[in-house]
């Protein structure tokens, strides 16, 4: 195998990327509003502002889905345990040690074993948590009949405001990690340009330099 520079993130890809983050950080926003963490709009614009947001958030979630499904990207979610306790260890001890990083991105494998699994637990996971919750919170009026509609309206909110501080945590300690290793730079060129070094197979390679030599710099 050999290190080339290639584009693995597609327009979409980086478009999905950067709108999801804009909507999920005007979620967050509104959200601490909602709950009266500040009082930077009124509280009428804050609960429209969150869910247009979140209305727009589950649209692009379903284009995200179909995209993935047809292109066979969510290959690269596939969890493995093949280094995944190497790429553990390197950020529990050796990124503060000035170790190298154990894991060498792949064409088909761009996202090293511990992010894989990550990036697959919030998507399947905490994704649908925030999204069931925040419809079922949205719709209240069409089940608010019943005995026990208050108490379930309560667990609900609760569920769904536990799943945003999770979404938060993970924001922390994604930008976090974005500060290690390579400069911050290096780490979000990617989803800007599109291209990152990826080890390639000589299948690989002679593949992209026949058959889309625009995804292969060098």
């Known amino acids: ?17 950067w709108t999801q983050a804009l909507l999920i950080f005007t979620l967050l926003f509104s959200g601490a509003g909602i709950h009266g963490y500040h ?3 009124n ?19 379903i284009f995200a889905i179909f ?8 290959r690269h979610y596939l969890p493995t345990t093949d280094g995944l306790f190497a790429v553990a260890r390197y950020y529990a001890y050796g990124i503060f040690q ?10 088909w494998h761009k996202h090293n074993p511990l992010q894989a699994a990550s990036y697959l637990a919030l998507k399947t996971l905490l994704f649908p948590l925030l999204w069931f919750t925040g419809l079922a919170y949205l ?7 019943g005995p026990l509609t208050s108490d379930a309206l309560y667990w609900v909110a609760v569920v769904h405001t536990g799943a945003a501080f999770a979404m938060a945590v993970f924001i922390v300690i994604h930008i976090y990690l974005l500060t290690t290793g390579h400069s911050f730079r290096e780490h979000v060129r990617p989803m800007l340009t599109g291209y990152d070094e990826v080890d390639l197979t000589e299948a690989e390679e002679a593949y992209l330099r026949q058959d889309e030599p625009g995804r292969i710099l060098d």
Do not use: D
């Open 1 to 17: 195998m050999s290190l080339h520079k290639v584009k693995v993130f597609t327009r979409f890809e980086r478009f999905w990327h």
């Open 98 to 107: 000035g170790e190298e990083h154990p894991y060498r991105k792949r064409y």
């Open 43 to 61: 509280f009428e614009s804050m609960v429209w502002t969150h869910v247009i947001a979140a209305i727009a958030l589950i649209i692009l979630w």
């Open 39 to 41: 009082q930077l709009m």
């Open 139 to 145: 719709s209240y009026g069409f089940w608010s009949q």
């Open 67 to 74: 995209w993935h499904l047809t292109t066979g990207n969510w």
